[in-house]
């Protein structure tokens, strides 16, 4: 299976960030333009939250608020489980499914967020090498 560092550099683009006074509009307006359903919230070069599509469902839309004067802080999701290059897809899932979770900002070495999985790239590679094992296995099985 691959490393995560090799699904990051397949992405071929950082994590896309909002700052937690941004509006909701404008973090939607990322969001279409990256074609992404959630972005990671910064602040001070820290991760302090997570912006969804969910949360704008649920705590925008059905609350009567407006994205133009909402600030993502006060919809932003705060619970931020990370994981660190050196985890595996296995693992991330296992987080995910466990915690509730559908994305997982990746730390470096350094603490410093070096890119931002979800549940979707998680499972494109289960499923990516599980393609691969049953190609060999039939090889095998025909050789």
Same mark, same amino acid.
């Given at each position: 299976?691959?490393?995560?560092?090799?699904? @990051?550099?397949?992405?071929?683009?950082? =994590?896309? @960030? #909002?700052?937690?006074?941004?509006?909701?509009?404008?973090? +939607?307006?990322?969001?279409? *333009?990256? /074609?992404?359903?959630? +972005?990671?919230?910064?602040?001070?070069?820290? =991760?302090?939250?997570?912006?969804?599509?969910?949360?704008?469902?649920?705590?925008? #839309?059905?609350?009567?608020?407006?994205?133009? /004067?909402? =600030? &993502?802080?006060?919809?932003?999701?705060?619970?931020?489980?990370?994981?660190? +290059?050196? *985890? %595996?897809?296995?693992?991330?899932?296992?987080?995910? %499914? /466990?915690?509730?979770?559908?994305? @997982?900002?990746?730390?470096?070495?350094?603490?410093?967020? &070096?890119?931002?999985?979800?549940?979707?790239?998680? &499972?494109?590679?289960?499923?990516?090498?599980?393609?691969?094992?049953?190609?060999?296995?039939?090889?095998?099985? %025909?050789?």
């Amino acid at each position: 299976m691959k490393s995560l560092k090799c699904l @990051l550099d397949e992405k071929r683009r950082g =994590p896309i @960030l #909002v700052g937690p006074t941004d509006t909701v509009f404008h973090a +939607l307006n990322l969001m279409a *333009q990256h /074609d992404i359903g959630a +972005l990671l919230v910064m602040e001070q070069g820290r =991760p302090i939250g997570i912006f969804s599509e969910r949360d704008y469902a649920r705590k925008v #839309v059905l609350r009567g608020k407006t994205s133009k /004067d909402t =600030p &993502v802080r006060e919809v932003m999701s705060e619970k931020v489980i990370y994981v660190t +290059l050196s *985890q %595996t897809v296995e693992e991330c899932m296992a987080i995910m %499914t /466990d915690r509730h979770v559908r994305h @997982l900002p990746v730390l470096g070495e350094a603490e410093e967020v &070096v890119g931002f999985l979800s549940i979707g790239d998680m &499972v494109k590679e289960t499923i990516s090498q599980q393609k691969f094992i049953i190609e060999q296995l039939e090889r095998y099985i %025909t050789s």
